[in-house]
């Protein structure tokens, strides 16, 4: 009588496995808090801290002139929205030394003789001084200076000429800004820092998880067991996607009802996508985990080989086009440069698959391929 072969159950145990995941994860108290209460806390002090807006860039006036224009100058310069004058002074030197002392951003100078250059017609120069050790800050202070200080010229130069009869057409610019009106800054960064707080959780988390099963000797005693390698890995990653789809939910809770960020396309879209994204996480996460011997070794290399590399190169802190070309066609393999394409598209325009296809397609096809090695890598060190 011949004997029966067994069947293959390649998913025989993951129930199993998926409990016994959950179970520990549950009994580890330091791990819940910062699972679930470190990715709001991140968003809230990235939401407030990492905004690049310029609300008031501080002024220090050299008036040398003294004349009406001048005056008129420093009173512009003080009603401007992005600007206010914090001191008045006579000496440049003095001025100077408030910005070494960091009183203020940018001096602006008014020479003598700028006030009968304008009413003769004549052209006039006023210096800015700026601040360069923040390159943000002084490049929108200047802008904002040269603004003030050209509205003004012009509208002294129309008066002059409309007190002598002289009609002065105007062409008024109408800006129309799309997505993001107010053009808030906080608008743009913080799905961004929804990318970031994703990557870097369940890459971290599931490279630390995998090596301390391996530290305290429980994956070889799982490997023994019945429960097939594919089971076995499953089991140990889907709850690290149940872990990441929370997080998401909570950042997106506190994004569009505490910041309030608008979630203008698909929730659903949005977690698809989201979906796509955390198989690159996992897939790196894993990859650590082969190649780490320690919890320890494994955070510091998803940090230094993976996460920061990501951030540099996908467009989150340096745009992609200021870079050489070299680095930006290393960022096509980035698969963070797709998902803040993803993210900021579904909260700001509210596009769908339709203009997100070609992300969608490079996310899928880069996070199988990450996954794929990860997981034959994974398979080698059991076997």
Same mark, same amino acid.
């Given at each position: 009588?011949?004997?029966?072969?067994?069947?293959?159950?390649?998913?025989?145990?993951?129930?199993?496995?998926?409990?016994?995941?959950?179970?520990?994860?549950?009994?580890?108290?330091?791990?819940?808090?910062?699972?679930?209460?470190?990715?709001?806390?991140?968003?809230?002090?990235?939401?407030?801290?990492?905004?690049?807006?310029?609300?008031?860039?501080?002024?220090?006036?050299?008036?040398?002139?003294?004349?009406?224009? &001048?005056?008129?100058? =420093? !009173?512009? #310069?003080? @009603? %401007?929205?992005?600007?206010? /004058?914090? $001191?008045?002074?006579?000496? *440049?030197?003095?001025?100077?030394?408030?910005?070494?002392?960091?009183?203020?951003?940018?001096?602006?100078?008014?020479?003598?003789?700028?006030?009968?250059?304008?009413?003769?017609?004549?052209?006039?120069?006023?210096?800015?001084?700026?601040?360069? &050790?923040?390159?943000? =800050? !002084?490049? #929108?202070? @200047? %802008?904002?200076?040269?603004? /003030?200080? $050209?509205?003004?010229?012009? *509208?002294?130069?129309?008066?002059?000429?409309?007190?002598?009869?002289?009609?002065?057409?105007?062409?008024?610019?109408?800006?129309?800004?799309?997505?993001?009106?107010?053009?808030?800054?906080?608008?743009?960064?913080?799905?961004?820092?929804?990318?970031?707080?994703?990557?870097?959780?369940?890459?971290?988390?599931?490279?630390?998880?995998? /090596?301390?099963?391996?530290?305290?000797?429980?994956?070889?005693?799982?490997?023994?067991?019945?429960?097939?390698?594919?089971?076995?890995?499953?089991?140990?990653?889907?709850?690290?996607?149940?872990?990441?789809?929370?997080?998401?939910?909570?950042?997106?809770?506190?994004?569009?009802?505490?910041?309030?960020?608008?979630?203008?396309?698909?929730?659903?879209?949005?977690?698809?996508?989201?979906?796509?994204?955390?198989?690159?996480?996992?897939?790196?996460?894993?990859?650590?985990?082969?190649?780490?011997?320690?919890?320890?070794?494994?955070?510091?290399?998803?940090?230094?080989?993976?996460?920061?590399?990501?951030?540099?190169?996908?467009?989150?802190?340096?745009?992609?086009?200021?870079?050489?070309?070299?680095?930006?066609?290393?960022?096509?393999?980035?698969?963070?440069?797709?998902?803040?394409?993803?993210?900021?598209?579904?909260?700001?325009?509210?596009?769908?698959?339709?203009?997100?296809?070609?992300?969608?397609?490079?996310?899928?096809?880069?996070?199988?391929?990450?996954?794929?090695?990860?997981?034959?890598?994974?398979?080698?060190?059991?076997?």
């Amino acid at each position: 009588m011949s004997r029966r072969r067994p069947r293959w159950r390649p998913l025989a145990g993951l129930p199993q496995m998926m409990r016994k995941e959950m179970l520990q994860l549950r009994q580890d108290r330091k791990m819940l808090p910062l699972t679930f209460v470190a990715p709001v806390l991140q968003l809230l002090v990235f939401g407030y801290a990492a905004v690049l807006d310029v609300t008031e860039a501080r002024v220090a006036m050299v008036d040398r002139d003294r004349s009406p224009a &001048s005056r008129q100058l =420093a !009173a512009r #310069l003080e @009603a %401007a929205d992005n600007m206010t /004058v914090t $001191a008045s002074v006579e000496d *440049e030197r003095e001025a100077l030394r408030r910005i070494e002392r960091g009183d203020n951003d940018l001096i602006v100078t008014v020479p003598r003789g700028y006030g009968r250059a304008l009413v003769a017609g004549r052209s006039a120069t006023v210096h800015a001084t700026i601040d360069g &050790s923040d390159a943000v =800050a !002084a490049g #929108l202070g @200047a %802008a904002y200076a040269a603004a /003030v200080v $050209a509205q003004t010229a012009s *509208e002294l130069a129309m008066a002059r000429l409309a007190s002598a009869g002289v009609s002065v057409p105007t062409v008024n610019v109408r800006p129309k800004v799309l997505y993001n009106p107010a053009l808030i800054m906080r608008n743009f960064m913080v799905p961004a820092i929804l990318a970031l707080i994703l990557v870097i959780f369940t890459s971290v988390l599931t490279a630390v998880a995998l /090596v301390r099963e391996k530290e305290v000797g429980t994956l070889e005693q799982l490997i023994v067991t019945p429960i097939s390698a594919t089971a076995l890995l499953l089991g140990k990653l889907l709850p690290f996607v149940l872990i990441g789809l929370i997080q998401s939910t909570l950042v997106v809770v506190v994004a569009t009802w505490w910041f309030e960020v608008p979630l203008r396309g698909s929730l659903l879209l949005l977690y698809a996508l989201m979906s796509l994204f955390i198989l690159n996480t996992l897939a790196i996460g894993l990859f650590v985990s082969t190649i780490s011997r320690t919890q320890q070794q494994a955070m510091l290399t998803t940090i230094f080989f993976f996460l920061l590399p990501m951030m540099f190169l996908s467009g989150f802190v340096f745009p992609i086009e200021n870079m050489p070309p070299f680095f930006q066609k290393v960022s096509y393999i980035i698969p963070l440069r797709y998902f803040l394409t993803i993210v900021r598209g579904v909260f700001l325009k509210g596009v769908g698959i339709r203009e997100l296809w070609f992300e969608a397609t490079m996310l899928a096809a880069i996070g199988m391929l990450l996954f794929g090695g990860a997981v034959l890598r994974f398979r080698k060190r059991l076997d």
